[in-house]
């Protein structure tokens, strides 16, 4: 008897620490800028939710790093599916009730010459990048209390995009325009971030010849570093900024 009672009370007072703690959520985290954010607020004992698509196994590893440390879990998400999204709502609120930051950051990206670029490649891009997030804040605005909503755009969106990603430089865009107006209309503060090219592990799987070539069209010297995003989302929370804003990246930003 007396160690079930211990086995509950063990129970008992671990899903209270969780129940307490603030609580971020971050779309398509398995690396790359998501994993940034992730370890970052990990540290901060922050819980957790981090979400993938096709990248499974990098999600789950994440979870097997930090779970240590905070507490941690991996959902599926498709953002081209509503009732995805649906689902994901329903999990976190049953568990969590409430959350305090929500990172958009899941992003698709099909690079094509014009000549050769399909409606439905389009569409999708559009369709992960605009309404995936469209959603994301019409759902999860109803459990934010007092928090924030940040946007991952791209400088892309405003004047370096490449002429190979017509399609990712428009829904950029769309993100940075979409953040303006639902800054009037959601109850939570909503920013879009717009960094340059980040130092991600997509990144240096790229052509790295085209890689140089595009950061010496539009003037990057040197990629940023993925941690500077958690810092300036921390740093603009702290600055109480202005709800709405759209906040251009272009180099590392230290605590």
């Given at each position: 008897?007396l160690?079930?009672?211990?086995?509950?009370?063990?129970?008992?007072?671990?899903y209270k620490?969780?129940?307490?703690?603030?609580?971020i959520l971050?779309?398509g985290a398995?690396r790359g800028?998501?994993?940034?954010?992730a370890?970052?607020y990990?540290?901060k004992?922050y819980n957790?939710i981090?979400?993938?698509?096709?990248?499974k196994t990098?999600?789950?590893?994440?979870v097997k790093?930090?779970?240590n440390?905070t507490n941690i879990?991996?959902?599926y998400?498709?953002l081209k599916d509503e009732?995805?999204?649906?689902n994901?709502?329903?999990?976190?609120?049953?568990?969590?009730?409430t959350i305090d930051?929500l990172?958009n950051?899941?992003?698709?990206?099909?690079d094509?010459?014009l000549?050769?670029k399909?409606k439905?490649e389009?569409?999708?891009v559009?369709?992960?990048n605009?309404?995936?997030?469209f959603?994301?804040?019409?759902?999860?605005?109803k459990?934010?209390?007092?928090g924030y909503?940040?946007?991952i755009s791209s400088?892309?969106g405003?004047d370096?995009?490449?002429?190979l990603s017509?399609d990712?430089?428009?829904?950029?865009?769309?993100?940075n325009?979409?953040?303006?107006?639902?800054s009037t209309?959601l109850?939570?503060?909503?920013?879009?971030?717009?960094p340059?090219?980040?130092?991600?592990e997509?990144i240096?799987e790229?052509?790295?010849?085209y890689l140089?070539?595009?950061?010496?069209?539009?003037?990057?010297?040197?990629?940023?570093?993925?941690?500077?995003?958690?810092i300036l989302?921390?740093?603009?929370?702290?600055?109480?900024t202005?709800?709405?804003s759209i906040i251009r990246?272009?180099?590392?930003?230290?605590e």
């Amino acid at each position: 008897i007396l160690y079930h009672y211990c086995k509950f009370l063990s129970n008992v007072l671990y899903y209270k620490r969780w129940f307490f703690m603030n609580t971020i959520l971050i779309t398509g985290a398995s690396r790359g800028i998501g994993a940034a954010i992730a370890r970052y607020y990990a540290n901060k004992k922050y819980n957790i939710i981090i979400t993938y698509n096709t990248n499974k196994t990098d999600s789950d590893n994440l979870v097997k790093e930090l779970s240590n440390i905070t507490n941690i879990e991996n959902y599926y998400l498709n953002l081209k599916d509503e009732d995805s999204i649906n689902n994901l709502y329903s999990n976190v609120k049953e568990k969590y009730n409430t959350i305090d930051i929500l990172v958009n950051n899941a992003s698709l990206s099909l690079d094509n010459e014009l000549e050769y670029k399909t409606k439905d490649e389009f569409m999708e891009v559009l369709e992960v990048n605009v309404v995936g997030t469209f959603l994301m804040c019409k759902y999860f605005d109803k459990i934010i209390e007092n928090g924030y909503i940040f946007n991952i755009s791209s400088t892309d969106g405003i004047d370096t995009g490449s002429n190979l990603s017509i399609d990712y430089n428009a829904s950029k865009a769309a993100i940075n325009s979409m953040t303006t107006t639902l800054s009037t209309i959601l109850t939570n503060k909503i920013i879009s971030i717009c960094p340059n090219w980040v130092n991600t592990e997509a990144i240096q799987e790229m052509n790295q010849d085209y890689l140089k070539e595009e950061m010496k069209r539009i003037n990057q010297e040197r990629l940023i570093n993925p941690n500077s995003i958690p810092i300036l989302i921390n740093k603009l929370i702290n600055e109480n900024t202005k709800n709405g804003s759209i906040i251009r990246m272009d180099s590392d930003i230290n605590e």
